[in-house]
């Protein structure tokens, strides 16, 4: 099949098709694509064309490109939002659909460094309750969290119980977070945690650094947050000034 008789670039038009066959079904995900001989003399485009939208597409994380190897079908997001929309991880989980659940690996009173009392610079803090959990969607691994907080603000005998560490703070120090200032970086291999996650050594993770508010400005919590980006998708809404 010819796409030449489209006005548009040529390697938008590839890549329009290809998903439109990801979407359709004809390839699934984790599947490997034809080869690049293959699939540019069945779309009637060079190869240098059909690499410029693999190399598109993969910047999309619709494929991963393994060099030697082909070129694989990513899986689908199952949680995708607008980065400006503060939502506990529990909830973005249960809102896909999944039931969100936690593994917890440690739970400890820690001495606050002179960097994460410069985080919480409202409060005189002297410990930090840390909890390290894999938090998983319909059992499968999808976030590792560590999260820090002032250890008068929750009872860590009672972190096991609730999933939801937004709740418990509400529930046990009547603190409300409103908003939290992000900072968000990629995450290529690491070791622990990629085996932790389950991950594929190629998968790419992204990391949420966050400090959570109260609406009176108080710092209450300090997360690092690795998401599976085959799992969870984010976007930022921009307007013009």
Known sequence: MSIRTDSRH???QVIDEIT????NGTYSEKEKLPSEYQLSKRLGVSRATLREALRILEEDNIVTRRHGVGTFVNSKPIFSS??????????MIEQSGKI????YLSTEIIEASDEEKAKFSSQNIENLAKI??????????VVFCIDKVPAK???????????????LLEEYA??????????????SYHDRIFSILNCAPDLSLLLLK???????????????????????SFHVLRKRV
């Open 20 to 23: 439109k066959d990801i979407e």
């Open 174 to 187: 009547n603190k409300r977070i409103s908003y939290a200032v992000t900072y968000i970086e990629p995450i």
């Open 10 to 12: 040529l390697y938008l």
């Open 210 to 232: 966050q400090v959570h508010y109260t609406s009176e400005d108080e710092a209450v919590l300090y997360s690092s947050n690795y998401f599976r980006s085959d799992v969870f």
């Open 153 to 167: 603000l929750i009872p860590l005998h009672r972190v096991h119980e609730e999933d939801s560490l937004f709740e």
């Open 132 to 141: 390290e959990r894999v938090r998983t969607a319909d059992n499968k691994p």
């Open 82 to 91: 607008g980065i400006e929309e503060l939502k506990s991880v529990t909830k």
């Open 100 to 103: 969100a659940g936690s593994q």
